[in-house]
């Protein structure tokens, strides 16, 4: 049985939440560790939202509970109007997450039946501890780079092969089906961009930018392209001459998907050929090849679409490099 990061955190931060106080003497101590499991959250930016929503909720919680409980006494409709009016309160205040623990205080102040200095001073210390105990247990979290990294190699050796096969499909006419395949490289994204998301929400303090993050967008947009240039692909039913420049082109693009390979001089030599093609190439004379050649066009067109979103993509690295360095030397 494999038990991961985030369940040992749990585990730790309700026992030490619970230790604590229990050492103390406070009453009601159990609720110090549901407190700190609460507040184990994915991400560290999560972890502090639901800490902040935890605490405001249960000093609400507390305020219209000891108000409405010595105005109207301590019964069930006492009770019932207090969630009648607190849930509503809670949910336009944005509170949610501190619902359950202000609900469990509020038990608390109905079973004691009075409310006094002493109770609220334990309610406030169960509510410290139990959200210091998890935030400072969730700042641990396990590095993402080398899944994300693994993913990013997924996804280009996956993009390599679409342009491999899909040069050989415009030479040769025949098709290879690529869905199982695109729904894996679709698989892929989706993943890496979870992981980029989670990275970015535990950088406390930092600048909200993720170039890993970037990278699976950009990836996301030329997958979408891809699925095009397929599609245009399985068109070509007919070998004519002009689509042998068009394979090796589709080969040397497929040499250089890996994220830091620059587009400018594949978009230079793109443009020449498909201004070639429009000027220099005789027209077809039967209406399969203009179809081919149409096919052709529209996948060189559509490559153009991809080298382009790469290009911006290699302009916001440096531009990324460019400032982390100027920050160092700031910092030096």
């Known amino acids: 049985m494999k038990i991961g990061s985030r369940t040992l955190k749990t585990a730790v931060a309700a026992g030490i939440a619970m230790l604590i106080a229990e050492t103390i003497h406070l009453d009601y101590y159990v609720f110090a560790a549901i407190i700190a499991i609460l507040s184990i959250q994915e991400t560290r930016k999560k972890s502090f939202r639901a800490s902040y929503e935890r605490v405001m909720a249960s000093l609400l919680a507390i305020g219209m509970g000891a108000l409405m409980f010595t105005l109207l006494g301590y019964s069930p409709a006492t009770l019932t109007l207090y969630f009648v009016m607190f849930i509503p309160l809670v949910q336009q ?34 509510i410290a501890i139990g959200v210091g105990v998890g935030l400072v247990v969730n700042m641990y979290m396990p590095t993402l780079d080398k899944e994300i990294e693994r993913i990013k190699d997924n ?17 040769t006419g025949i098709y290879n089906d690529h869905a199982m395949m695109l729904l894996k490289t679709r698989d892929y994204l989706k993943q890496g961009k979870d992981l980029a998301l989670r990275r ?38 007919l070998v004519v001459d002009e689509a042998k420049p068009v394979a090796t082109f589709l080969r040397l693009v497929g040499d250089n998907v890996n994220e830091r390979a620059d587009a400018s001089a594949f978009l230079r030599e793109l443009e020449a050929t498909i201004e070639h093609y429009r000027k220099n190439v005789p027209l077809p004379t039967s209406r399969e090849e203009f179809e081919v050649r149409s096919s052709l ?16 993509y290699i302009l916001l690295l440096k531009e990324h490099g460019h400032a982390r360095q100027h920050r160092a030397e700031q910092k030096d």
């Open 93 to 126: 205040l944005k509170l949610q997450d501190g619902m359950i623990t202000s609900v469990v205080i509020l038990t608390h102040l109905y079973t004691e039946g009075r409310f006094s200095i002493n109770l609220f001073i334990n309610e406030l210390l169960l």
């Open 155 to 171: 996804i280009d050796r996956a993009l390599a092969v679409y342009f491999y096969d899909i040069a050989a499909c415009v030479e």
């Open 200 to 237: 970015m929400g535990n950088s406390i303090g930092k600048r909200n930018e993720d170039m890993d993050y970037l990278y699976f967008r950009m990836r996301e947009r030329q997958y979408d392209i891809l699925k095009r240039i397929v599609d245009n692909a399985r068109e070509i039913t």
């Open 297 to 312: 066009l529209n996948i060189l067109s559509d490559v153009k679409s991809y080298l382009i979103l790469k290009e911006r």
